[in-house]
């Protein structure tokens, strides 16, 4: 009886030390390396998606050679330099530096929840593992595939809110302190 005992104990402790959480799966497992001090090089594109009192405007953020590119899904455009501490530390926007990430505060929680995003339709890449199905960034704070035509609400953790089900979109670990923002894996 006393080895029944145990192993029901046994079984009952790792049932409930195991959590299924939700939170385990809510950030991917790509690689994703970014920080940018934004008071040394003064965007006004990513400085209006990292103003928490302008909740619904994201920024998407790529790379061309040295230069970042920033655009809201507001209008608002601007490029930047890398400094020389850029150049000198590995920077990895999510699955392609091509189509970046996307950054910004949501508008359904209060406080609002600050968002990053991989920018590539996480359901078509998934299916052939192409980069090619960049997300197009809409001012209602949604983001939509052009090949498979799902849109993503990016004010609520990037689930689907039309179009097929599936995979919501592919976020990332972010934080902002001051003018840095950080975002990584």
Same mark, same amino acid.
């Given at each position: ?43 006004? $594109?990513? $400085? ?94 949604? $983001? ?29 670990? $972010? ?11």
């Amino acid at each position: 009886m006393k080895r029944y005992t145990y192993y029901i104990i046994v079984l009952l402790t790792t049932v409930l030390f195991s959590s299924c959480s939700d939170a385990e799966n809510e950030y991917s497992n790509y690689p994703c390396r970014f920080v940018f001090d934004n008071s040394a090089n003064r965007s006004p $594109a990513l $400085a209006s998606a990292m103003n928490v009192m302008s909740p619904g405007v994201f920024c998407r953020i790529t790379m061309t050679g040295n230069l970042f590119n920033f655009s809201t899904n507001q209008g608002l455009e601007d490029h930047v330099r890398q400094t020389a501490i850029d150049q000198q530390v590995s920077i990895t926007l999510g699955l392609s530096n091509s189509t970046g990430i996307i950054v910004g505060y949501g508008i359904l929680n209060s406080p609002a929840t600050f968002y990053a995003y991989d920018s590539q339709c996480p359901n078509c890449y998934h299916e052939d593992g192409l980069l090619r199905y960049s997300l197009t960034m809409n001012t209602d704070g949604t $983001a939509e595939c052009g090949s498979c035509h799902r849109k993503y609400d990016m004010n609520n953790g990037g689930i689907i809110s039309s179009g097929d089900g599936g995979n919501k979109m592919i976020r990332y670990r $972010a934080g902002i302190a001051g003018n840095v923002l950080s975002v990584n894996n």
